[in-house]
């Protein structure tokens, strides 16, 4: 059904247009005899681009249809109308395309620009040694050793106090002794060689003022944190 009317709708489309172009070719041979004035230009202008808003029962309408020296202008017009909005159309599309490069190409300034300087900027390879140190449990005096680090990305190998168990380990350095104002932390597995735990953890002090922190360890399971004078220079 659908199929067929479309069928009827294209023969009815090829028809009107072979009696428009019939009608035409009377005009322009100058075989009609128009009725009235001729219009003036803004009119012919109007048909082209206001077309709906000129009612159908204006005279002048029915002149220029039936006139050798407005149909041709009429036509004109409209052929300059078309070519404009294709134009128009062209130069859009354009500056949609220029707009999604654009948005594109800022994308990836951005993703460069967000990637590149933590990519780019070098881990400073560090190792301490806890092995015969001393710790402060909580608030417990004990024999300190200091711990030197860098203030920059640090990729931190510290070598566990003896007699340390194996495990998950995290490792922070804060401001006290207490656990506060912590500055970087990290937790990692440690790892076993021979009798010595090893956890190797990357730390930020790129933001830290230099001076006197603590470094210190806390095991998953035995939850008490050892702290380790440290300082950033
Ligand atoms: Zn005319």
């Known amino acids: 059904?659908?199929?067929n009317w479309r069928r009827s709708s294209r023969v009815e489309d090829r028809l009107e247009k072979w009696i428009a172009q019939q009608h035409q070719e009377q005009v322009l041979a100058g075989k009609t005899a128009p009725v009235g004035p001729h219009p003036d230009e803004a009119f012919l202008r109007d048909i082209v681009r206001k077309s709906k808003q000129i009612s159908l029962s204006d005279s002048r309408l029915d002149h220029v249809a039936n006139c050798p020296i407005c149909l041709p202008r009429f036509l004109a017009?409209?052929?300059e109308n078309e070519s404009r909005r294709r134009k128009l159309?062209?130069?859009?599309?354009a500056a949609a395309c220029l707009v999604i490069i654009a948005a594109i190409v800022s994308l990836a300034r951005y993703r460069a620009s967000t990637q590149s300087p933590?990519?780019?900027v070098a881990l400073v390879s560090e190792t301490v040694n806890l092995w015969d140190a001393g710790t402060l449990r909580g608030e417990q005096p004990g024999s300190l050793q200091s711990v030197f680090l860098p203030a920059a990305l640090v990729r931190v190998?510290?070598?566990l106090p003896r007699f340390s168990t194996p495990g998950k380990y995290a490792v922070a350095v804060t401001m006290d002794q207490g656990g506060n104002g912590v500055v970087a932390q990290s937790s990692v597995a440690a790892t076993t060689n021979g009798q010595q735990e090893t956890v190797s953890v990357d730390l930020d002090l790129r933001?830290?003022?230099a001076g006197a922190y603590f470094l210190s360890t806390t095991h998953e399971q035995d939850q008490a944190s050892y702290y380790y004078p440290l300082q950033i220079r």
Do not use: E, G, N
Request: zero cysteines.
């Open 1 to 3: 059904m659908r199929l």
């Open 77 to 79: 017009f409209r052929r």
């Open 89 to 93: 159309v062209l130069v859009t599309t």
């Open 118 to 120: 933590a990519a780019s």
């Open 157 to 159: 190998k510290i070598i």
């Open 207 to 209: 933001q830290a003022k």
